[in-house]
């Protein structure tokens, strides 16, 4: 990894500008995908007590939250992600960036903020002397994650970044380094290692409790109507729906799995009649090998409605999520049975979670150098496509979530 003293900000050129002017003009259409339902099933704790540190503990029974601002107002943070702060035990909304005044007003009356934690993306960097701002999550298109990733590192302040972590293997070394010279704390929106659901399934594969994992599917996608359009901007997306859909697949290969692939083939899927997605790919099927032997075989689609499915066929039996990746409703299954497992507040519980790191100076279990592995995971699955050869991942970061002895 680069340090920081190799990784200066470059000065601005064209682009950042045209970046910068388009992010000051969005209104709508920010934040993460909507990837599948949004209901809940009941509702159980976000952050039972045997899960936080001491510190964690003292806070719940004081009462004390950390602050969280949102940067970017658009669908994810809207729909998903302040509501989530409302039910949060160790977090709260305290404050956000827009650069649309309209929205500032709004969320400022909804949410009761001070104006001074509104700022727009020319005054972010004074959060700075925010005292009420302990975390920044950054939700804006992929392409803008590093630059604000590292300002609000830079103001001082711990970050979530919404995923794919960037839309290069640079830009992600970058955004590490900078964690480091500011001795802040950077993790990924990784909801689903914070899902009941999905730990089963880490449980389930990596302890081997069916046998060894020998073969995975994962699928995801759906047909998108171009409500957000700048998904289907290489400048702005870094691709389709690998970037944005597939890296669930990849994610959840992996932690059922416990393995890194040591491989990958690939091809690009037809793209539909139309400009919609003359920039970008409408669909991807891959295949991840492992060490082992196994395979992973997973597709995504911005032009067809998929199943949304995570499955392991193992020695002895079987288990799967479906649907497996939306923000709730989720199922799974096993060869001996549903898992009947409730579904939870994704989003709470992930902020939840990283709140208690925080307050205990804890590692995340997604931090940033998991999101820099996924990175170098597309990419490679890009070079595999565009080559039509079989791509070694050998050398990218073994950065696992695992649940082992758990």
Known sequence: MQSPADSPNPEPTETDTARRDFIRKLSVGLGATLVG???LLQPISLLANSEAGPTGLAALQQGRKLGVALVGLGKYSTGQLAPALQQTQLCRLAGIVTGTPAKAKQWQRQYNLPATSVYDYKTMDRMA??????????????????????????AGKHVICEKPMATSVADC?????????AGKQLSIGYRLHFEPHHHEMMRLGQQQVFGQVKQLVADNGFRFGNDTP?????ELSGGGPLQDL???????????????????????????????????????????????????DCRTSYAENLSSRLR?????????????????????????????????????????????????NKPTRVPGEMGLRDVQLIEAIYRAA???????????KAVLDKTLGK
């Not at 070394?173 to 010279?181: D, I, S």
Request: charged share 20%; proline share 5%.
């Open 37 to 39: 339902s949004t209901g």
């Open 312 to 360: 392991a066929e193992a020695a002895r039996g079987w288990m799967e999520l479906q649907p497996a990746f939306g923000y709730g409703g989720l199922r799974g299954s096993t060869s001996q049975g549903p898992m009947n497992i409730q579904n939870v507040n994704q989003q709470a519980r992930q902020m939840d979670d990283f709140a208690d790191c925080v307050l205990n």
């Open 246 to 296: 597939g890296i669930y697949c990849v994610q959840g290969v992996v932690y059922t799995k416990g393995q890194v692939p040591v491989s990958v083939t690939a091809k690009y899927g037809p793209k539909p009649a139309g400009n919609l997605f003359k920039e970008v790919e409408a669909a991807m099927s891959w295949q991840m090998q492992f060490a082992d032997g196994s395979v992973a």
């Open 173 to 181: 070394r970058r955004m590490l380094a900078a964690a480091q010279k």
């Open 230 to 234: 700048w998904r289907v901007n290489k």
């Open 129 to 154: 002397d925010n005292p009420a701002i302990d975390i920044v999550y950054i939700v804006l298109p992929n392409a803008l994650h590093a630059e604000y990733t590292i300002r609000a590192l830079e």
């Open 386 to 396: 565009n080559t039509g050869q079989k791509v070694s991942t050998t050398d990218v």
